[in-house]
């Protein structure tokens, strides 16, 4: 086992900005890394899609910076940067050469804090239908390309905030106007909403008196922040959906309703989802893909969310000439021997390992480590998290793993959701959700 | 409130690639070591000069055959047991083919490596190929194949390469192999190609991370010493450019009725690395023409006109020859319009570009890789990248010094040479040069894109791959 101890500072300015500074002088570079308290969750119906199109609109210019600017001075200082939207955040970084820190800084301390003085109709209605190019691109035009979508709607109940995806709804989109845009900004953009963190060639002190010099200045907002959801139970029997159409095979998403990142139930369902099916040895592999040899290809897979609930799912590529019904009832029959026997010894040294060895090569690179820093800083309230995931995961035990298993992963909470090929020749099956 | 002033940037120091520390087998084999400190996790990869022509014509895919099941079972390991093994000790493993040969990547964490390197020498000279195995490999690609078929990028990138490369070339067809190919492959032949071409002769492996503590050199020589190196001339194909077809200069339409938005690829031949006026200002061209949100390409395709969610273009160079590609999706009812403002802009080269452009890209390439190369995965994919190009990493270092020196003046006799070479305004017509592959709703746009007269177009079916 490799003892991981990366070093954490952290410092609250007087305007609510939480920033974490980590020094790793390894490289000549900086990762800055902002987290701001805002994604899909906080859309309300009809305003779907707003917190991914708004992030497009943060690279068009601020008070001091031209359209495309941002882009463009970084990248000539050296910059590697982006930004990215999800269902509990909003997340802007660059990775910097240690001498172009303060220029990051400033520029994004400009578009955080005065994005509005430059937003025009015209960057608004351009951005719209370059976001629309996006979802055509990674979700409408590609097969299985809705199927997450698809899973969100199975899982989640209507009214709650993960059942529509952060892509949302193109009607919604071109429904927006630079009234909502100015809104949303208003409502969830400001320091007390965000986490900052910087993770390389810097020490603390250097990093907390730059941020302050830049972000200092931005003026705390009134948050209206609404408690998070309880957690959700179980889904109250199976849920199908099923597609048919052009796709290369059948493909089966086998989805379930999990605990809260990072609690102990939740690392726990990690754990059962990796024996279940994550690990290359795992038990659906050596069941359908080697013995059974009705799948090309499974997959297990938890996601972390903190609105009430979580999301772990099975999906499986089943093989050419093989009944999909079948397969499903396979895997049910798998789930329920884990959920009667555990896991052995073998598959938790399995899981350590194989975690152990993926999340440190996560942490590798400063900004994917400056990126798990921020996540844990704004969601969950612990940035140390890095430091002590892996140890964690070692206290799950396997009457643990079974008993969570037993809990969230019943084949009789299951959503299934079924991408099927219309060359099979099969109708419609199921009810829709 | 008071402005705050924009900082100045101070600029980064020189920087070099990391140095490698060689050592020699006696197999023939040669180890790079780059001591990474604070990377607990180490990489491993082993770059084997093997070429796609050393397939049999109607073997085509043995070799991606072979490399995915090089650790599906060996002499004293079933397929299961082996993927217990390495998951036990936290090893991930992989190995593909591409153009430039064979690579195998093996990640683990430091504590580890002893036994890691074990596994690897099962995996290297001790596979055992079973009959069940290799036969779920085969069906598995056969299934990726119908999977490639789907996805718009790959199926252009397909229909790309047939009508660039030369009918009798390897590279005109898929890298994994074709579906009567792929479907004729036995473990036999698995066994043979492992035989003849998985030897230690000409191979480079490399290993980064944190090596404080470890001798790499004595772990090594125990695990891999022993591989035979198989005492034949490694490498005569890799040498040899590819063969472009005589009638590449054209457009192909492959017709997806309904599709939402087109797929482009726009491509034409490259230099690689050993080009005359040096290599360095070939990365800076293609990112100036379309590596970036802010290059030519975008600003008009993403941001003004709003038709793309972006396109990208690039320089790819093999060890002999080379590509300069584009590719991106477009909505469908820009089709033409974009494809036209696509061949115009990459066309717009001969004109010059502005010492600021250049400037921009030159900054940009530079001043990126000290953080594009700080992670043993990096530094470690870089070396076997190099290795299998017939070079080292301080080539990588070289190229960044020459990269300094490059200005407006040698990008545009950059761009004139590969420009001619390609053929690229050479004609009447203005898409002359370059092969075009389109993905898309050909009844819609057919009449549109043939208006443009770019060249010859043709349309071909779906499933025609």
Known sequence: MTAISYPLVERTLANGLRVIVSEDHAAPNVAVNLWVGVGSRHESPGRTGFAHLFEHLMFQGSRNVKSGEHFSALMDEGARLNATTWFDRTNYFETVPTGALELALWLEADRHGHLLDAVTQENLDNQRDVVKEEKRQRYDNVPYGSALIDVYAAVFPEDHPYHHPTIGSMEDLDAATLDDVHAFFRAHYAPNNTVLTLVGDITPDEGFDAVQKYFGPLAAIPLE?????????????????????????????????????????????????????????????????????????????????????????????????????????????????????????????????????????????????????????????????????????????????RAVAAAWLDPGSRAVVRYLSDSSGRGEEGEAA | MTEVVRPVVAPPAPWDFPAAATHDLPGGLRLLTYDVPGQYVLSVRLGLPISLRDEPRDREGVATIMARSLDEGTQRWSAEEFARLLERKGVSFGAGMTDSGLSIDLDVVKGNLEPALDLLRQILTEPAFPQTEVARQVRTRLAEIDQERAVPSARAGLEFVRTFYAPE????????????????????????????????????????????????????????????????????????????????????????????????????????????????????LGFVLGGSPTARVDAVLREDKGYTYGIRSSFRPRRAGGLFLTSGSVRSDSTAESLRLLVEILGSGSEGFSEKEIRSGVDFISKTAPGRYATADAIADEAVSMALDGRTTEFVTSNLRDLRTVDAARVDAAYGRFAERAGIGAGPRSGAGWTIALVGDADAHLDAISALDLGELTVVGDHDA
Request: aromatic share 4%; net charge negative.
């Open chain 1, 225 to 401: 922040s609404r408690p998070r959801h309880a957690q959700l139970p179980p889904i109250d029997g199976p849920v199908r959906v099923d597609r048919v159409g052009d796709v290369p095979n059948d493909r089966l998403y086998i989805a379930f309703r999990l605990p809260v990142d990072t609690t102990p139930d939740y690392l726990a369902c990690q754990v059962a989802v990796d024996v279940l099916g994550g690990l290359a040895s795992s038990r659906l592999m050596r069941r359908l893909v080697r013995t059974d040899e009705t799948a090309v290809a499974v997959g297990g897979w938890t996601m972390g969310l903190v609105d009430g609930v979580g999301l772990g799912a099975f999906t499986v590529d089943v093989s050419a000439g093989a009944d999909p019904g079948e397969v499903e009832h396979a895997l049910c029959d798998e789930v329920s021997r884990f959920i009667a026997e555990g896991p052995d010894e073998a598959e938790l040294e399995s899981v350590i390992a194989d975690t152990e060895r993926s999340w440190l090569s996560a942490l590798a690179s400063i900004e994917e480590r400056a990126d798990h820093i921020s996540h844990h800083a704004l969601l969950t309230g612990d940035p140390d998290y890095v430091n002590t995931f892996v140890d964690r995961l070692r206290q799950v035990s396997a009457e643990d793993a």
């Open chain 2, 169 to 284: 070339d390897r590279s005109s067809r898929p890298t994994g192999g074709s579906r009567d190919t792929v479907a004729q492959v036995t473990r036999d032949d698995v066994a043979r190609f492992h035989a003849q071409h998985v030897v230690a002769a000409g191979v480079t492996m490399v290993l980064a991370g944190d090596l404080a503590g470890l001798d790499v050199p004595a772990l090594v020589d125990t695990a891999l010493g022993g591989w035979g190196s198989g005492g034949r001339e490694r490498a005569r194909y890799l040498d040899r450019p590819a063969t472009l077809a005589s009638d590449r200069s054209r457009i192909v339409l492959v017709s997806r009725p309904g599709s939402v938005q087109t797929e482009i690829v726009v491509g034409a031949p490259g230099p690689d690395r050993s080009v005359e006026g040096g290599w360095a200002p070939y990365p800076v």
